[in-house]
């Protein structure tokens, strides 16, 4: 038998599943873009409770992180989709009036991928707030700066520094994680991917077009993070002067 | 008149006590020089008179503002109003280190005082220019001296028109050939009449510019008086022992 190498690989058949995986692109960014905004808020709120060593939320903050890294992504998202409608069914049977079918699928789906990062991000967030020298707190509270000036205007703008590479790898890291809610019947590049292989049985032309598109998507946000990164870094120069 | 009065201050950490019953009373232009081993609460007490450090018992007044230990949630408006009388000048200088030394000295004027941002700028260059280092606004920390740095976080102490300054150790975390400068400044500073409180172990600096030298020990004040009353005739076998150390130190005890 006279067997061709594009019987096995086609480049053509990789160039053409293009334009319907881009078409879901906008899924996979709105997704990742809300989980990474629950991401950012929450890992935020664990960090600070930490830092300040609150001693309830800190307690639970850290019982919640060590759940969410010693349980596998995938099964958080399966506890999101069974789970949450379950509550809500609960609630209802206790005379709550919510329609649980009017919530989209993508809800569960970046609440539980957010709460994930969420537990990295907040340890990226804490080690950046620690990293600001406590003398300059003590520089600024001498000085009669208030609690929340002090945190507006020195805190945070330096701890940005340090936090923003790991923020940037958090929202890459959500950026591909976002592929394993087709497994909750989001129809993002993933799931979109299958639906096409389904019908010609070309997975492995599907998938490689597939892991191309998403090292684009994150050079891109790479390029973004790197850029934001320079700017906000403490100059190797002298502050230029304006009509200097 | 006294512009700053200390009565019966307590402070432990935990189980230590580091101020023992602090009685002080200094007055407007006073140069006071704190000396002392380590460990007996020189800091600690720079340290409470702004509340860095919240002392269980006593008051402090300074200049009309009277606060009574310990402290109790009403009186973070009384806190606030000593830490606008007072400025500090910490050990290792504590400039913020994304900001211009231009913007260091226009922090708190700007977000304390309220001026209008191009007022404290004026205000911030001219206090550099006190310092010397008005070439140096534009510069970041990172990127000066710790002599030039100190100096710079003398400015911006200054530029709050404090009543009173407090120096912690200005000169403890510097190296050698850079103390000068910044005792230089610190001089210079004492010049223009501020009232101030210097700890530090340079002793022939602080017999230099002090009005008054106090010797604590102990948690408790236990030589009170002139730089010549205080160094030469001491009258505790502590302080003696003390200075005689402090005199040794500068024998060369190795020769090359």
New interface residues.
Partial sequence: MNTKFSDYFSFKLVWDRFPELIKKIPITLELAGLAFLVSVVVGLLIAVARYKKVKVLAKIATGFLSVMRGTPMLIQLYVAYYGIPAILKIFNSWGANIDVNIIPKIVYAFIALGLYQAAFTSETFRAALESV?N??I?????????YG?ILK??II??AL?NALPGIGNSLIGLIKGTSLASTCGIIEITYQNQILAGRDYRYLEGYVALAIIYWIITVIFERIFKFIEKKIK??DQ????EGA | MAILEIKDLHKSFNSNVVLDGVDLSVNKGDIIGIVGPSGTGKSTLLRSI?L?EKPEKGTISINGTQLNLPVKGKDRKKI?EL??H???V?Q?F?????K?ALENVM??LV??RKLPKEEAKAAALKELENVGLLEWQ???P??MSGGQQQRV?IA??LA?KPDIILLDEPTSALDPELVTEVLNTIKSVAEQGYTMLLVSHEMDFVRKISNRVLFLDGGKIIEDGTPKEVFDHPGSERAREFFEKMRGLKEPEFYI
């Avoid at chain 1, 003590?138 to 208030?146: D, H, K, P, R, V």
């Avoid at chain 2, 504590?94 to 994304?98: A, K």
Wanted: aromatic share 8%; hydrophobic share 30%; charged share 25%.
């Fill in positions: 020298d003398g300059e003590e520089a600024g509270t001498a000085m009669g700066m208030t000036q205007r020195i703008p330096e520094e403490i100059p002298p502050k230029a002067v | 702004n860095l606030s830490r606008l007072t400025g500090m910490f290792r504590y400039l913020f280190e994304h211009t922090e708190g977000t304390v534009n510069h970041y990172k990127h976080a911006r102490t709050m």
